[in-house]
C-alpha cells in the first residue's frame, strides 16, 4: 500500500490566490482528517469525514476554507482567497475505523506571500 | 472537549541519556492514546498506542509509555537515547467516539552526539 498520498508536497502562491490541496486516503479507510500544522497552533483538526460526508467541520478557522471528498479515494481542501497567515504544513490522514492510530500523509507546505 | 498537555517544549539530552516527556490530558471517561514522532521534513509516526490492558505499553525503536489513569498521564519513555532519536514528539487522545485526534503542542527533541 503506498499510504496516505498528499499533493502537492510545496506550494507558493500569491496572497489573494486560490489554493487546493489533494489527498487520496488508504483504500479501505472509511475516515479521513485534514489537520494544519503551526509553530503557534501545532495540530490542528480541521475537519473529517466519515464515508465521503463531512462530520465536523468546526475546526475549519473561516469561510474561505472548504473540504470536499467526493468518493472514497479523493479529497481536496481549498482556500480561497488565500492569506500569508494560511501558512502551515496542511496534513491529511486516514483511518479504518477512526478511534485507533492514524495513517498520515507526508504534507503540503503552503506558503502565501 | 478533550485537551492535551505536553509540559516540556524543548528537551536536550546527550546520547545514551534517559528519556522521558510528560503528557497529561484532559478528558474524563474512556480513552485512547497515542505518541506520534515526526523526524525532520517528514510525516507523522506511529509510536505507541494505549486502548486498554496493560498500562505499560511498548512500541517500536526501544519506546515505551504508562498510562497512569488517577493522573490523567501517558508518558513517554527510552531508557537510552540515540541521536537519532531527534525529532518532535506529540501526544494525541482520542476520547468520547471518533471525532478525531487531539494533539499535544509537541516535544522537540535533540540529542547531542
Known amino acids: 500500500d503506498a499510504g496516505v498520498i498528499q499533493s502537492p508536497r510545496h506550494e507558493v502562491t500569491e496572497m489573494g490566490q486560490e489554493v487546493t490541496l489533494r489527498c487520496k486516503p488508504i483504500s479501505g479507510h472509511d475516515y479521513l482528517f485534514w489537520y494544519r500544522q503551526t509553530m503557534m497552533r501545532g495540530l490542528e483538526l480541521l475537519i473529517y469525514?466519515?464515508?465521503?460526508?463531512?462530520?465536523?467541520d468546526s475546526g475549519m478557522p473561516e469561510d474561505r476554507f472548504s473540504a470536499k471528498m467526493p468518493n472514497a479515494s479523493f479529497s481536496t481542501l481549498k482556500i480561497q482567497p488565500s492569506e500569508p497567515r494560511d501558512s502551515a504544513v496542511y496534513f491529511c490522514a486516514s483511518s479504518l475505523t477512526g478511534t485507533y492510530g492514524y495513517t498520515f500523509g507526508s504534507g503540503t507546505r503552503l506558503t502565501v506571500v | 472537549a478533550q485537551s492535551v498537555s505536553q509540559h516540556n517544549h524543548h528537551v536536550i539530552l546527550s546520547e545514551a541519556a534517559s528519556l522521558e516527556l510528560g503528557c497529561n490530558y484532559s478528558?474524563?471517561?474512556?480513552?485512547?492514546l497515542f505518541w506520534y514522532v515526526q523526524y525532520p521534513g517528514q510525516h507523522l509516526q506511529l509510536l505507541l498506542k494505549?486502548?486498554?490492558?496493560?498500562?505499560l505499553v511498548k512500541g517500536i525503536k526501544g519506546f515505551e509509555a504508562e498510562f497512569i489513569k488517577s493522573k490523567f498521564s501517558f508518558n513517554l519513555r527510552k531508557p537510552s537515547v540515540q541521536w537519532s532519536d531527534t525529532a518532535e514528539y506529540f501526544c494525541?487522545?482520542?476520547?468520547?467516539?471518533?471525532?478525531?485526534?487531539?494533539f499535544g503542542k509537541g516535544t522537540h527533541l535533540i540529542i547531542q552526539p
Open positions: 494525541a487522545v482520542i476520547g468520547g467516539g471518533a471525532d478525531g485526534l487531539t
Open positions: 494505549y486502548f486498554s490492558g496493560d498500562p
Open positions: 478528558y474524563g471517561g474512556t480513552v485512547n
Open positions: 469525514f466519515n464515508n465521503n460526508v463531512p462530520i465536523d
